[in-house]
DNA sequence: GTCGCTCAGTTCATTTGTTGAACTGAGTCG
DNA sequence: CGACTCAGTTCAACAAATGAACTGAGCGAC
């Protein structure tokens, strides 16, 4: 069967609620990468996978899950499928601008586990990964932060609000 | 049943697998968010719910599922479960300083939706989401941008390495 | 004092999604 | 020919999500 068919929208049965239509970037950013395996796919893309198999062994996924990640990302522009041989025809996945751009999503990630995710009692921050983000030019190590791009400020969290501007 | 009780650990039956011990940032936040309806359940908490009647209402989630998912938050540290009144015992979900800082993941997860998951044809970024983030106080437009804290420069996916520390 | 109401869940049968292991099939190498 | 590679597919067993109904403590009105 064709990967990268039109995703089923229509049916008579009760399947997961799905956020994809929903009026709200989170909600649909979270339908997208909210499949069990998704978010790890797109790191190893950005780690250099490409064809099936690198992403197989480095990731030790259940084959058949892989496939359904791989076709729902080529399906939704994050990944495309390029041939890279003929006979037999093979492919890899390689990042489109949108996947590049999803970058962003897993760096917050990463900071956020660094951050958080490496003590059994955390009460405090305390950075603690086994690995470390780095520029590959210049060596200097990379910490990933989340500021509003019109202040250069990190944001704060109490002073929010979400406003309503169409519809 | 209370709430809270540790998660189980062991077992002889085979269940989805876990990320929450990989020695990579991502893969552990991606096992606390992957879980379905999670990360909407912390956009509510932001947006002010409080009760579970608030996160059923406003999400429309199935009970089953929203109990178990504030059940992990809880034993996650990234809510606190506190009493608001006794007779009958009822509780708040409150967010903790974990909880406050994973709001940069979701405001990561804002931009990229805002920008890429707004259109059908998506080759280009196009900004269209019906809401919008704002400061409470001055009401000043709110975007997120993910930057490298040492430098305040956007991340350059291109450039990227990733370095082990040890082990 | 019992009827209706609220809140915070629990229970359960059905359906959907994930897993692991084995299998397929085109093609290459020796 | 036989072993091997790559990129999947198939399938049965099991885990997780769904929707609807139910529970149970307590309140407030009549």
Known sequence: MTSSRSRLRETDHVRRT???????PIARTTDLIGD?????VMRQAFLGARRFEDFASELDAPRATLTQRL??????GMLRRQ?????????????????RAFWDVLA??????????????DQSPA????????DRATGDRIDPLVVDANTGEPLDVRALRVRLTRD
């Open 71 to 76: 076709d729902r990302l080529v399906d939704e």
């Open 18 to 24: 799905r956020f994809d239509d929903w009026p709200c």
């Open 36 to 40: 069990w395996w998704t978010p790890l």
């Open 83 to 99: 041939p890279y041989q003929e006979r037999p025809v093979r492919h890899e996945y390689r990042l489109t601008p949108k996947g």
């Open 108 to 121: 917050a990630m990463w900071r956020f586990g660094d951050d958080w995710l490496w003590h059994d009692d």
């Open 127 to 134: 950075p603690g990964s086994p690995v470390e983000l780095s």
